[in-house]
């Protein structure tokens, strides 16, 4: 299976920051990794598809990238709502699995 | 519009079973890969289960793997979890999930239920 190793696991920042959330993959499947915000009590909510990709809806200051095995998560310039946690997810073909990565909380400094 | 509804979860004794069901509506599960995704309290996501579009295969967790089994009634437009010989680090917020293929490409999970709570305690 894929391992995912997220990075931070916390971190603390203030309204306006640019902020840079970092997942290393075992594999790399650019055509599926994906990245998810959730809330407390929520369900959580796609946000990049395809390593780069805005799902529907989602603000532009939201960007994914990646590189080989590297897959990055940026917000541009963090809003009050941002606040909340961020999980990366990759799948794992034949036979397939889904993996998520550890989370990453993004705090009020 | 696309809604899914999880029920059936509770308290439930070390060992024992449970059933857990996601109604969906706004689309059929014939179109769709369906998931259950589990969040243990103040833990991380972890992937489940997944049933096929067209109930074709099904995937576990190795977590899971001979005690849960995942199904669906497409005449219900349902889909369900058999939670059989369940342990206390089962206990989790279970929720459903599907993913949609695309030119041959699996996609990510677009929609996701709100999630129903199993606890296993004695």
């Known amino acids: ?109 | 519009q696309v809604q899914l509804v999880e029920s059936g979860g509770g308290v439930v004794q070390p060992g024992r079973s449970l059933r857990l069901s996601c109604a969906a509506s706004g689309f059929t599960l014939t179109t769709y890969g369906m998931h259950w995704v589990r969040q243990a309290p103040g833990k991380g996501l972890e992937w489940v289960a997944v049933i096929w579009h067209d109930g074709s295969n099904k995937y576990y967790a190795d977590s899971v793997k001979g005690r849960f089994t995942v199904s669906r009634d497409v005449s219900k437009n349902t889909l369900y979890l058999q939670l059989n010989s369940l342990r206390a680090e089962d206990t989790a917020v279970y929720y459903c999930a599907r993913h949609r293929v695309r030119g041959g490409i699996i996609t990510p999970f677009d929609y996701w239920g709100q999630g129903t709570l199993v606890t296993v305690s004695s």
Do not use: M
């Open chain 1, 1 to 109: 299976d894929i391992q995912l190793t997220q990075s931070p696991a916390f971190l603390s920042a203030s309204v306006g920051d640019r902020v840079t959330i970092t997942c290393r993959a075992s594999q790399g499947l650019r055509s599926y990794f994906a990245w998810y915000q959730q809330k407390p009590g929520r369900a959580p909510n796609l946000l990049i598809y395809a390593t780069s990709t805005l799902q529907s809806g989602v603000p532009s200051r939201f960007s994914g990238s990646g590189s080989g095995t590297e897959f990055t998560l940026t917000i541009s310039s963090l809003q009050p709502e941002d606040f909340a946690t961020y999980y990366c997810q990759q799948l794992n073909s034949y036979p397939f699995t889904w993996t998520f990565g550890q989370g990453t909380k993004v705090e009020i400094k």
